[in-house]
């Protein structure tokens, strides 16, 4: 019975010095909805157990009910941050579905638009880790770029983040003389206000303490937990859906793939550093590179005719018709179709039946995979520091949850 | 590196590995838009997915994604695996039919971490029970919900509305 009782008392006492703290929903220093309820030892995190799903709006579901053009919408509302990216990756499955020629034109604009996209993305999650270490200048300092390339958004789609750009088959029209001025300004501006910040932080001696050996993840580890993007390559794997598989003519540009060693924070942020670079040096490459051509495919099942056009001509009435009350006949088929999302691979596994809306499209969502090696990665470390791990590894909320 | 069909060497090594041990569990092997399918029996999924991993000739080490599909003609629910090999760049996609109403395989979790959550949605969204899964709970729905929402029996849209001709606005 004594024993007993000892045995009592000492689980007792272990379960005394535990705190549990709730860490969420919705936290200011969580950027997003995400729960988790850690179990502390004093400042010291011994278990996480994260909960999402907060913000879940059934998009799988959704898209088994719409026709193709109207799931682009949807895609937008995964990684907020980079849109055009979702929405390209979503044209170019249906693309493939298709079989569709889409012109080389059209496949440059789409990279300069994805690489504007990446840089908005990586620059957000860049500057939100100068944040949560303690530094709010260069945040303040980089939003005022990334409104820049909204601005660009805005004179090519008319929206600013949720952007719907594009279409099945390519733009809905050229990118105009004022957007062309506004892409020139950026790549004027940008790289100075780059360079300033990454002096701002890059070797800055608070800013190493803080991060270097913080939150890493081995690549065997991150290989095991499916990770992709920038996480996966600070890593030290070199995998990039661009040039592993290369989509709308990447293969035309060179870039290289920067990869850290220690998949902690700070090589994290290096990462998505040198990635800007290099996305403003694919701009640079397809500007000077970009043919002349149509802005769009010649598919006319798919790709809505000029307004013009429709009033005038009966041909195009009745695509136009067609196409608006999705009767548009599609192959049948299975497509998986990547793209160089930023936070990794963003895939769309699409089944076709040949009805107007897919049978099942799935996406593969890379925050959702690797947001659940979170625990694993906070383990053992302090409070602050997970803050400091959530915000590099850039986990979006819409995306998480779909 | 995406390869036609005049070049299938680096895709016939891979199922030739998968023949040699588990001819009998093969049903078909198709090629849709140029990338391998193989649809398997589901008794021994997660072995067969463990040699591929293991075999110095495939080394599908990387697991792009995991879903789940309803079929609700054959009353089958598919589960897709694909998966990659990041050396060599190929992918394979790997599905296996389970009952609509009892659709049990084991998980996959002992191979890949990452199967955690994957697994957790499915079932979430499908009903798949993943035998030995560490941790299987709803997870992007309500944990109350008494249904599979992504099942094709569930409409998206309130089934008594009276306003909308769905003769004219499909399914």
């Keep these: 019975m004594n024993k007993a009782q000892d045995i009592v008392t000492t689980s007792q006492q272990e379960e005394k010095h535990y705190s549990y703290l709730n860490l969420g929903p919705t936290h200011p220093a969580t950027h997003g909805i995400f ?56 044209h170019m499955t249906v693309e493939k579905l298709i079989g569709a020629e889409i012109p080389k034109r059209v496949q440059y604009l789409r990279v300069i638009i994805m690489e504007l996209a990446r840089i908005t993305d990586h620059l957000i999650c860049n500057a939100v880790i100068g944040v949560d270490t303690g530094a709010l200048t260069g945040f303040v300092y980089m939003f005022q770029q990334r409104e820049l390339v909204y601005e660009i958004y805005e004179e090519i789609c008319g929206s600013r983040l949720t952007t719907n750009i594009g279409r099945i088959g390519g733009f809905e029209r050229d990118f105009s003389p004022k957007a062309w001025e506004k892409i020139h300004k950026f790549l004027k501006e940008f790289p ?10 890059e070797r800055n001696r608070i800013f ?46 060179d870039f290289i793939i920067p990869v850290g060693t220690q998949g902690d924070v700070y090589d994290r942020f290096m990462v998505r550093q040198e990635e800007m670079w290099q996305s403003l040096s694919i701009i640079n490459q397809a500007i000077k590179k970009l043919p002349e051509g149509p802005y769009h495919a010649d598919v006319p099942d798919f790709y809505l005719p000029p307004k013009e056009e429709v009033y005038n001509n009966m ?9 608006v009350m999705g009767e548009t006949d599609v192959p049948r088929g299975e497509v998986y179709h990547c793209v160089e999302g930023g936070n990794g ?6 089944i076709s039946d040949g009805g107007r809306t897919p049978f099942r499209l799935h ?19 302090m409070l602050s520091d997970a803050i400091l791990t959530m915000s590099s590894m850039n986990v979006i909320a819409g995306e998480l949850d779909a | 590196m995406e390869s036609n069909n005049t070049d299938l060497t680096p895709y016939d090594k891979i199922i030739s590995v998968l023949k040699e041990e588990y001819e009998e569990q093969v049903l078909s092997i198709e090629f849709p838009y140029n990338f391998l ?59 296996i039919f389970l009952p609509e109403e009892k659709p049990v395989v084991k998980t996959l979790t002992s191979v890949f971490d990452g199967a955690n959550w994957m697994e957790r949605e499915t079932f979430d969204f499908y009903g798949v029970m993943f035998e030995g899964h560490p941790d299987l709970r709803r997870i992007l729905n309500v944990e109350d919900m008494i249904i599979f929402p992504l099942r094709k029996e569930y409409p998206l849209e309130d089934q008594t509305r009276e306003d909308k001709d769905n003769k004219m606005f499909g399914r």
Aim: proline residues 5%; hydrophobic residues 40%.
């Design chain 1, 315 to 323: 041909e195009a009435l009745i695509y136009h018709f067609k196409i």
């Design chain 1, 35 to 90: 729960q988790n309820v850690l179990k502390m030892d004093g400042e010291i995190i011994v278990e996480a157990q994260p909960t999402i799903g907060y913000i879940h709006r059934a998009f799988e579901k959704l898209a088994e009910r719409r026709p193709f053009y109207q799931i682009t919408p949807i895609t937008d509302r995964m990684n907020y941050c980079s849109a055009p990216i979702n929405n390209i990756g979503w």
């Design chain 1, 192 to 201: 100075v206000v780059l360079k300033e910040f990454g002096n701002l932080l």
């Design chain 2, 37 to 95: 399918t193989i649809n398997l029996k589901s008794e021994r999924i997660v072995e067969i997915i463990q040699h591929l991993y293991n075999h110095p000739e495939t080394k599908l080490q990387y697991l792009t994604t995991l879903c789940g599909i309803h079929y609700p003609d054959q009353k089958q629910i598919a589960l897709m695996y694909q998966l990659h090999n990041m050396s060599t760049n190929l992918r394979v996609r790997l599905k």
């Design chain 1, 363 to 381: 996406f593969r969502r890379p925050c959702f995979i690797f947001y659940q090696a979170y625990p694993e990665m906070i383990k053992g470390s």
């Design chain 1, 345 to 350: 691979e963003l895939g769309f596994y699409l």
């Design chain 1, 208 to 253: 190493m303490d803080r991060t270097v050996n913080v939150g890493g993840i081995s690549a065997e580890r991150a290989l095991n937990y499916s990770f992709s993007g920038p996480n996966l390559r600070a890593a030290g794997v070199d995998y990039d859906v661009r040039v592993a598989h290369p989509y709308s003519s990447y293969e035309d540009f």
